[in-house]
T-cell receptor
């Protein structure tokens, strides 16, 4: 039973480029969460999605960031026109239902902006 | 908005010593969870506390949820080098709401 799969594990982008991070939740899980972790810092909530629906995006920056979780395929976190401050580890987690118990985290995608 | 504060930020102990990290929420929580993240790794779920005043134990780890459901603690007895990592508390304000993480406590254990 595969866990939460994130790719790419490492991504390098130059300023102004786009970054796309993918997350496939655990089998049977319909809820996905994205968190950002800066070096030596905690996990900052970004967005919480259900299939084809954004439930809570209160942690998402107003510009350049977007997330989706389509009916088919992985959840995608998209960062347009990246800046150096976007360099961080982006973790995806999934849960089976709205009543969150344990969150299952992926290995993370580490974005470096040059 | 809901905030979860965690102290201390760092704790260095000698192997065999005890360790405690504390978590406080600005609002009443429906539940609190604890996670451990090893260096370079991803957060791994340890436990969830739901009831006021709840205490749960996992071997050398003891988790408490305050009576007011606004604070929590994790205590490790007789630390081992395998306990090294960052311990995060995470609070949920409402059932089904987002999980807000504390800043974490990084534990290092000197053999």
């Amino acid at each position: 039973n595969a866990g939460v799969m994130q790719n790419p594990r490492h991504l390098v982008r130059r300023r102004g480029q786009e970054a796309r991070l993918r997350c496939s939740p655990m089998k049977g899980h319909s809820h996905v969460y994205w968190y950002r972790q800066l070096p030596e810092e905690g996990l900052k909530f970004m967005v919480y999605l259900q299939k084809e629906n954004i439930i809570d995006e209160s942690g998402m920056p107003k510009e350049r960031f977007s997330a989706e979780f389509p009916k088919e395929g992985p959840s995608i976190l998209r960062i347009q026109q990246v800046v150096r401050g976007d360099s961080a580890a982006y973790f995806c987690a999934s849960s089976p239902s709205l009543q969150t118990g344990e969150l299952f985290f992926g290995e993370g995608s580490r974005l470096t902006v040059l | 908005g809901q905030q979860v504060m965690q102290i201390p930020q760092y704790q260095h102990v000698q192997e065999g010593e005890d360790f405690t990290t504390y978590c406080n929420s600005s609002t009443t929580l429906s539940n609190i969870q604890w996670y451990k993240q090893r260096p370079g790794g991803h957060p791994v779920f340890l436990i969830q506390l739901v009831k006021s005043g709840e205490v749960k134990k996992q071997k050398r780890l003891t988790f408490q949820f305050g009576e007011a459901k606004k604070n929590s603690s994790l205590h490790i007895t007789a630390t081992q080098t395998t306990d090294v990592g960052t311990y995060f508390c995470a609070g949920q304000g409402n059932q089904g709401g987002k999980l807000i993480f504390g800043q974490g406590t990084e534990l290092s254990v000197k053999p």
